[in-house]
């Protein structure tokens, strides 16, 4: 089944612990992103990649690191959280970033930042 | 600076009758919008999309009309289903593509039986 797995769907934490957010697509897709969903906020971009080892700044980058060693991961890293970075997370990947792509999104991450 | 705007963040509408969900841009250099739908504890799913060159897209029961010089679109289901319940994000984009998608903040659609 076409499919982009995001591990864990629930986590709580503490401030400045480090975490990983991991993202799997298994459609050898090149496109990837990241957003984060906040209440009167919609979806906001964090961070993309094109392709392996080709990664850019979204809308609201900063606190986040990626990395795209292998083309079908995407993880998303909080080096040091902190409770602002408290939301839901989508992974989302795409054949390519061409703009008639449609986007397939994985299930969601909530985070919870104490 | 919200670009894509949906003001409506809720919206109550009867089995059977026609859901109408709006959204509005400001940055004339969109030219493609696309409208995904998102249950409960699920990622968002792709509905249905338009280019800037056309005025009308239609899917089954979904039809979204896209007026530039308003810069609106919107999205109609018709007739709507208790299925149909979900929240509604607008998205647009710049023909750069995905990595310059913009989503609106969502409209939370509720059919009742």
């Known amino acids: 089944e076409a499919q982009v797995t995001q591990n864990p769907r629930y986590l709580i934490t503490v401030t400045g612990k480090k975490l990983t957010v991991t993202c799997s697509q298994n459609m050898n897709h090149e496109y990837m992103s990241w957003y984060r969903q906040d209440p009167g906020l919609g979806l906001r971009q964090i961070y993309y990649?094109?392709?392996?080892?080709?990664?850019d700044k979204g809308d609201v980058p900063e606190g986040y690191k990626v990395s795209r060693k292998e083309k079908r991961n995407f993880p998303l890293i909080l080096e040091s959280p902190s409770p602002n970075q408290t939301s839901l997370y989508f992974c989302?990947?795409?054949?390519?970033?061409?703009?008639?792509?449609?986007?397939?999104f994985g299930s969601g991450t909530q985070l919870s930042v104490l | 600076d919200q670009q894509v705007k949906q003001n409506s963040p809720s919206l109550s509408v009867q089995e059977g009758r026609i859901s109408i969900l709006n959204c509005d841009y400001t940055?004339?250099?969109?030219?493609?919008f696309l409208w995904y739908k998102k249950y409960p504890a699920e990622g968002p799913t792709f509905l249905i999309s338009i280019s800037s060159i056309k005025d009308k897209n239609e899917d089954g029961r979904f039809t979204v009309f896209l007026n530039k010089s308003a810069k609106h679109l919107s999205l109609h289901i018709v007739p709507s289903q208790p299925g149909d319940s979900a929240v509604y994000f607008c998205?647009?984009?710049?023909?750069?593509?995905?990595?310059?998608?913009?989503f609106g903040t969502g409209t939370r659609l509720t059919i009742i039986p």
């Open positions: 989302a990947s795409s054949l390519s970033n061409r703009n008639n792509e449609k986007l397939f």
């Open positions: 940055n004339s250099m969109f030219d493609y």
């Open positions: 998205a647009a984009s710049e023909s750069f593509g995905n990595e310059k998608l913009t």
């Open positions: 990649s094109m392709n392996v080892e080709v990664t």
